[in-house]
């Protein structure tokens, strides 16, 4: 069993590694490349970053490839041969048989069938690749409960880097708390939550939108500046996570890449969710334990 610690590090050195990935799609990326990065062997790091991402940095690289790909392709300006050099393959057929592969179609099959904000909507954004087996060795285990719909008092967040709003959520959230002290509503506010109605349409996306904010304890009149939703009732497996919000997509990766392929269970059309247990004491409200809600059928 990893001490603490020994996760805490793995977690900072995997996440140097996964950043450099996303922003190096187009490129030619090898092995020795990311085990520096990670500063560890090539032999010890493909075994922590199974461990922490639920997969081989081969099945990521192929991952983040595709899911690239995939949103290039909807943008009409771009040829499948545009799209081939821009995750780094060679030739459009090597790149089409790769796509079909992870999609089941082709690429112009798919921007003709596949609509942009169907894509952009789907909040599976860790799935894994198909056909591959999951060689993490410790699998992140959830509660799986029912819950009642969750009322929620939120503000929009615009902005991802490297797929994710690690960098804009801390200021939205700070605004979102002085808005709710400015309107003396700070006793009727619960947990704070972060949802994520939509995925990245990039991985650098300043459009990017997730709502921040906090579970009301009863109803309130509109008021200018914050915007309400209605989490539905449902199941939802829920994961622990404890620290840095700087490493929760890598516990997302581990529900979706990890656990959900081998659970058995099917996504259910809601928006995932962050709860931040203790964000309402801490300086940082992204320094933290949280439970992360995956919507399950």
């Known amino acids: 069993m990893q001490s603490l610690n020994t996760i805490i590090d793995h977690r900072k050195r995997i996440r140097r590694v996964t950043t450099y990935i996303n922003n190096q799609l187009d490129k030619k990326i090898l092995l020795e490349q990311l085990s520096g990065l990670a500063c560890l062997s090539p032999f010890h790091f493909i075994r922590v970053f199974e461990t922490v991402m639920g997969q081989s940095p081969q099945e990521y690289v192929f991952k983040k490839r595709m899911e690239q790909a995939g949103f290039n392709l909807?943008?009409?300006?771009?040829s499948v041969t545009d799209v081939t050099f821009s995750v780094a393959y060679q030739t459009p057929s090597s790149f089409c048989k790769a796509f079909k592969n992870y999609y089941r179609?082709?690429?112009?099959k798919f921007r003709d069938s596949t609509t942009e904000d169907y894509y952009n909507r789907s909040h599976n954004n860790f799935r894994s690749v198909r056909k591959v087996r999951n060689?993490?060795?410790?699998?992140?285990?959830p509660v799986i409960k029912y819950l009642p719909p969750l009322e929620l008092v939120y503000i929009e967040n615009r902005g991802a880097k490297a797929a994710n709003f690690t960098e804009s959520a801390p200021d939205s959230f700070r605004k979102f708390r002085k808005k709710i002290a400015k309107e003396g509503l700070t006793d009727l506010i619960g947990n704070q939550i972060s949802v994520y109605p939509y995925r990245p349409s990039s991985f650098t996306d300043p459009e990017a939108l997730s709502f921040v904010g906090a579970i009301i304890n009863r109803k309130i009149e509109p008021i200018p500046g914050l915007k309400?939703?209605?989490?539905p009732a449902g199941k939802y497996a829920i994961f622990s996570h404890w620290g840095s919000f700087d490493f929760m997509v890598q516990t997302w990766n581990q529900a979706y890449s990890n656990w959900l392929p081998r659970?058995?269970?099917?996504?259910?059309?809601a928006p995932p969710a962050e709860l931040h247990l203790d964000s309402g004491s801490a300086h940082d409200p992204l320094q933290?334990?949280?439970?992360l809600m995956v919507?399950?059928?």
């Open 74 to 78: 909807l943008r009409r300006d771009c």
């Open 105 to 108: 179609m082709s690429p112009r």
């Open 135 to 141: 060689k993490a060795r410790n699998v992140l285990l």
């Open 228 to 231: 309400y939703l209605t989490l």
């Open 263 to 269: 659970s058995g269970r099917r996504l259910r059309d």
């Open 288 to 291: 933290l334990t949280a439970c």
């Open 295 to 297: 919507p399950i059928q």
